[in-house]
C-alpha cells in the first residue's frame, strides 16, 4: 500500500493497512537495552473518522502513507499514468530521548510515471528522518515533505478538498492539484478496515476517488527537460497501522479504479504463499455513493509478465469477480515495476490500468501486485 535495510524492515511497506514491518527501523540506530519496547496503538472499530483531523499525520502508528495514482492526458501525446506516495514510520527509537538527531519518524517518497512511449517505468524516490529540516508529517491536516517533495491539502472554492503534490527529481518531476467534489470515501466499517482474518489486522483507510487533476509533469533527459501540460482523474489512499500481516501471507493484489459513471471500485486480496486467498474485499459504489456491490473479490490471472531486472512474474492482466460482475484489467504497458531496493528496499508492481466489463471499457485505475518477485518479508 504503497505496500523493504530496508526491504525486511519495511517488510510490506505499500497501501494496505497493517502491512508494514516497520519496527526493525529502530534496529538501524541500535536501540538502547534499557530502553522501553515501543507501544503502537490499536485500530480500533469504534474509532470516528473526522476531517481536517485525519487528513493529516499519525504519528504514534507503526505505519502510515498517503497514496495518489491516477491517468492524465498530455497535449500532443498518447495518456500516461502517475504515482506518488508518501509513507510515514514511526521506528520504535526511544520517544524519552531529547535528541534532536534521534530518528523517531522515517519518511520516504515514490515518484513514478508510466509513459506508454518509454516502455518502462520511470521513477524516482526520497527518504530523510523527520526533523532538523529534513522532513515532516503534520498532525492535524495533510502536510507532508521531504525536503522540496511536498503533499498539502487546502480548502478551496467549490470543492470539498484541494490536494496539491510538488516533486522534482534527476528524471522527472511534477505538479499536480488534486479537487475532491465529495467527502472522503470511508472504507471497511466506518474507515475500519480489516485486512486478515484476525480483527486486529486491520487500518483505519478512507479514500478520494474521481479527482479532478491538473498540472504540469516533466521528464529529464541528457540534461534536457520536456514538459506536458496536463489534465486527468486521480484516485488517493490514506491508511495508518500498527499491526502486520497474517504470518501466512506473501502479498496483496490492489486496484483503484475511477469508473468512467463517476463511480468507484477498490478491492484487494491476501495471498498466502501457495497463490490461494488469505482475506478479500471488494467495494462498489455508484456516482451518489449508493452500494452497487459489496463483499469478496476474486481473482484470476489472464497473463503474466517477467522482469528481466528481478525475476518476478506478475499477472499484469487478470479477471476480478465483484459481486455479480465480472471485471477484466489490462495494463497500459507490461513494465510498471517499481524497483526501490536502494531506498526502502521494495520491490513491487504498481500500474496503470483499463477495465472492461463485458468487452466494453468502463473505467481506468491503478493496480498493486506484492510479493511477485519473493515472498514480502515481515
Known amino acids: 500500500m504503497k505496500r523493504r535495510a530496508v526491504l525486511g524492515l519495511l517488510g510490506g511497506l505499500g497501501r494496505l493497512g497493517g502491512l508494514g514491518g516497520l519496527g526493525g527501523l529502530g534496529l538501524m540506530h541500535g536501540r538502547s537495552a534499557n530502553a522501553a519496547a515501543p507501544v ?14 485525519d487528513f493529516g499525520a499519525h504519528p504514534a502508528y507503526r505505519i502510515e502513507w498517503w497514496y ?7 497535449e500532443g501525446d498518447a495518456p500516461c499514468g502517475f504515482q506518488v506516495t508518501f509513507f510515514r514510520s514511526r521506528t520504535g527509537h526511544d520517544d524519552a530521548n531529547p535528541s ?14 508510466a509513459l ?13 528522518r523527520e526533523g532538523l529540516g529534513l522532513a515532516h508529517a503534520r498532525v492535524g491536516e495533510c502536510d507532508v515533505a521531504i525536503g522540496d517533495w511536498t503533499l498539502v491539502r487546502s480548502d478551496a472554492p467549490a470543492v470539498a478538498s484541494r490536494w ?63 514538459r506536458w501540460p ?22 496483496w493484489d490492489w486496484i483503484g479504479i475511477n469508473l468512467d459513471d463517476g463511480g468507484s471500485l477498490v478491492a484487494f486480496r ?16 455508484a456516482a451518489d ?14 497473463r503474466t509478465w517477467r522482469s528481466h531486472r528481478t525475476g518476478g512474474v506478475y499477472p499484469v492482466a487478470a479477471e476480478v469477480g465483484v459481486g455479480g460482475a465480472t471485471l477484466e484489467l489490462s495494463p497500459l504497458m507490461d513494465d510498471q515495476e517499481v524497483d526501490a531496493r536502494t531506498s526502502t528496499g521494495t520491490v513491487y508492481w504498481e500500474g496503470a490500468v483499463v477495465v472492461r466489463h463485458r468487452g466494453r471499457e468502463i473505467g481506468r485505475g491503478y493496480l498493486e501486485l506484492t510479493g511477485y518477485a519473493g515472498a514480502v518479508r515481515i
Open 40 to 53: 503502537y496503538p490499536p485500530v480500533d472499530p469504534g474509532y470516528r473518522l473526522a476531517f481536517p483531523r
Open 68 to 74: 495518489l495514482t491516477g491517468w492524465l492526458d498530455r
Open 100 to 113: 534532536r538527531l534521534a530518528p523517531k519518524q522515517l519518511l520516504f517518497a515514490h515518484a513514478a510515471l
Open 116 to 128: 506508454p512511449e518509454r516502455r518502462a517505468l520511470l521513477h524516482d524516490e526520497r527518504a530523510a
Open 164 to 226: 496539491t503534490a510538488t516533486l522534482a527529481g534527476q528524471s522527472l518531476s511534477m505538479r499536480l492539484e488534486f479537487d475532491a467534489v465529495r467527502p472522503p470515501l470511508l472504507q471497511g466499517e466506518a474507515g475500519f478496515s480489516r485486512k486478515g482474518p484476525e480483527p486486529a489486522q486491520a487500518s483505519h483507510y478512507y479514500s478520494q476517488p474521481q479527482l479532478d487533476t491538473r498540472g504540469t509533469i516533466g521528464v529529464t533527459e541528457a540534461g534536457r527537460t520536456r
Open 230 to 251: 496536463v489534465r486527468g482523474r486521480a484516485w488517493l489512499d490514506h491508511e495508518w497501522s500498527s499491526t502486520l500481516l497474517d504470518p501466512r501471507a506473501a502479498g
Open 270 to 285: 491476501i495471498r498466502d504463499r501457495e497463490g490461494s486467498t488469505l482475506w478479500s474485499h471488494a467495494s462498489w459504489v
Open 289 to 302: 455513493g449508493t452500494p452497487v456491490a459489496r463483499g469478496e473479490s476474486r481473482w484470476r490471472a489472464l
